[in-house]
T-cell receptor, first 114, second 113 residues
Framework: GEDVEQSLFLSVREGDSSVINCTYT??????LYWYKQEPGAGLQLLTY?????DMKQDQRLTVLLNKKDKHLSLRIADTQTGDSAIYFC??????????????FGRGTQLTVWP | NAGVTQTPKFRILKIGQSMTLQCAQD?????MYWYRQDPGMGLKLIYY???????DKGEVPNGYNVSRSTTEDFPLRLELAAPSQTSVYFC????????????FGEGSWLTVV
């Protein structure tokens, strides 16, 4: 099956930038997503990037995609305590029988210290 | 604007009991999915459906059944609940074209004791 790998933990100080990294294995991924999950809540779509793009910026969020290395990163500028959550990387594949399935990493627990 | 609605939010089951997790979406989405999330893990696909009357297995279908009699509803049935099915269950939907956002419900927390 498809593998999406993320580091499990990241701690940063409030005001610093956070960078969460992700690697994936399927080169036919069409879209790559970042979801945020707060305790006891569902998944909130933060941003996504199409596989033919290198970068996407959305306010404090910057997504970088290195398709050659199959590496995706999410940078959060000026990280706030409200950004503390689990961040999931996911790849979406639309070919054959996979029909738009999302394959998720295990999630990175981001802790922001005041 | 309801989006994807799941019920119940919390449930405790005894081993061997059966129950149905309900999922409804009001966005006229063709694709619907059931995922489970175990502690410290990502989401694993249980079953999915590409339209009314069509369902197929995902990565971890054993112990579950689904049906899709309407576009809006996609219930997940647990038969003979086991402790291994203690998890958080998420329903999701998608219009059905590459690039369309997948919307998630709020989750259903299930404990089997």
């Amino acid at each position: 099956g498809e593998d999406v790998e993320q580091s499990l933990f990241l701690s940063v100080r409030e005001g610093d930038s956070s960078v969460i990294n992700c690697t994936y294995t399927d080169s036919s991924s069409t879209y790559l997503y970042w979801y945020k999950q707060e305790p006891g809540a569902g998944l909130q779509l933060l941003t996504y990037i199409f596989s033919n793009m290198d970068m996407k910026q959305d306010q404090r969020l910057t997504v970088l995609l290195n398709k050659k290395d199959k590496h995706l990163s999410l940078r959060i500028a000026d990280t706030q305590t409200g950004d503390s959550a689990i961040y999931f990387c996911a790849e979406s594949i639309w070919r054959g029988s996979t029909l738009g399935r999302l394959y998720f990493g295990r999630g990175t627990q981001l802790t922001v210290w005041p | 604007n309801a989006g994807v609605t799941q019920t119940p939010k919390f449930r405790i089951l005894k081993i061997g009991q059966s129950m149905t997790l309900q999922c409804a979406q009001d966005m006229n989405h063709n694709y619907m999915y059931w995922y489970r999330q175990d502690p410290g893990m990502g989401l694993k696909l249980i079953y999915y459906s590409v339209g009314a009357g069509i369902t197929d297995k995902g990565e971890v279908p054993n112990g579950y059944n689904v049906s899709r009699s309407t576009t809006e509803d996609f219930p997940l049935r647990l038969e003979l609940a086991a402790p291994s099915q203690t998890s958080v269950y998420f329903c999701a939907s998608n219009l059905g074209e590459s690039g369309n956002t997948i919307y998630f419900g709020e989750g259903s927390w299930l404990t089997v004791v």
